[in-house]
């Protein structure tokens, strides 16, 4: 039995929308064991006229919230009995394989981290991102704003979780790993990339050099790895251009007769498109390197995006041990290095 601690508090669409997607989940897997975390009174009021599988279902009283305008180390240090930090807990002390949260991002990275710690070797845990490509898969990015910046070691560290998640959880058997950089020679880049080019080409089976920013989404590798600052403006970019292409595809198909006939000859394909680069498909963002299974939700998740965050995201990701290949993995390179 796989069990999950949900952050019912956390999210603009919290606690409805944050229940009804831990329902999903629970009711589509029959060996998760769903704990949610919240104010004892919001929790019964919203499932008391629920059918629900109980006996895998739990409530845990949590009667402080951690909101997005909250200092991240205030609030941990301060709301010690919010839901999002009593799901951390119930990782950290064995309770649970998992938790999410669609809740402050910071405070989740800090809480997991001053409360669980780090897995063995690694300096600094990654904020990781499943994207579409255009073509047929996904590609896994990080670090994405968990650290600004990062050595060459560290960088080396985000290639190998990110290949080993990509392997277990996403199933990719030789996951291609990139170094996001501004060209695809050996020699361009800061100090920290060059350096870090060469440890992954020495030790990181599957490395396929420098990508460009522009090839991300072609697909030319599963696992793309930058420091936090690059990562976050390259994610933040992307969703800025795609938000601004469906918008822009939507005036132009309900300008004029001609693009609302255009519209509905090509209604499949136009809905196939936006599936396809809906973050609601592919849940949450892991928290790599961090000692736990700690999965960030979109802010605006809704049941959908919750029931792929737990199902997609923290149930494979406990199933197949992810963190545990980890510190194995880094083990054995250290003796070889």
Do not use: W
Request: hydrophobic share 45%.
């Amino acid at each position: 039995m796989i069990k999950v601690a949900l952050d019912v508090m956390g999210g603009d669409h919290a606690p409805q929308e944050i229940i009804e997607g831990g329902l999903l989940a629970v009711s589509e897997l029959n060996d998760l064991q769903l704990f949610f975390v919240g104010p004892l009174n919001i929790l019964e009021d919203y499932l008391r006229h629920r059918s629900y599988p109980q006996k895998r279902v739990e409530l845990i009283h949590a009667p402080e919230i951690i909101t997005n305008d909250d200092q991240p180390v205030m609030a941990v240090r301060r709301k010690k009995k919010s839901s999002m930090i009593t799901a951390i807990k119930m990782v950290s002390d064995g309770k649970c394989d998992a938790m999410v949260s669609a809740g402050n991002t910071g405070a989740l990275m800090v809480g997991s981290l001053l409360i669980a710690g780090r897995l063995q070797g690694i300096e600094r845990p990654a904020l990781t991102v499943v994207a579409p490509t255009f073509q047929a898969g996904n590609v896994v990015l990080l670090d994405l704003g968990a650290n600004m910046d990062a050595t060459a070691q560290q960088l080396f560290h985000y290639g190998l979780m990110g290949a080993i998640y990509a392997r277990e959880v996403l199933g990719k058997p030789s996951p291609r790993v990139g170094l996001l950089n501004v060209g695809v020679e050996e020699i361009k880049g800061t100090e920290q990339i060059k350096k870090a080019y060469q440890l992954m080409k020495e030790n990181l089976p599957g490395f396929v050099g420098n990508v460009e920013a522009r090839y991300v989404l072609d697909g030319v590798a599963d696992v793309v790895v930058s420091d936090g600052f690059s990562g976050n403006i390259f994610l933040k970019t992307v969703e800025g251009l795609v938000s601004g292409m469906f918008g822009a595809l939507k005036n132009a198909f309900t300008g004029s007769v001609k693009g609302k006939l255009g519209a509905v000859l090509l209604k499949t394909e136009l809905v196939a498109l936006k599936s396809k680069f809906d973050y609601s498909e592919y849940g949450g963002a892991p928290l790599l390197g961090i000692n736990g299974i700690y999965i960030k939700g979109h802010g605006s998740s809704k049941a959908r995006a919750i029931r792929s965050a737990i199902v997609n995201q923290a149930y494979r990701y406990a199933r197949q041990a992810v963190n545990d290949k980890i510190e194995n993995e880094l083990s054995i390179l250290a003796t070889k290095m």
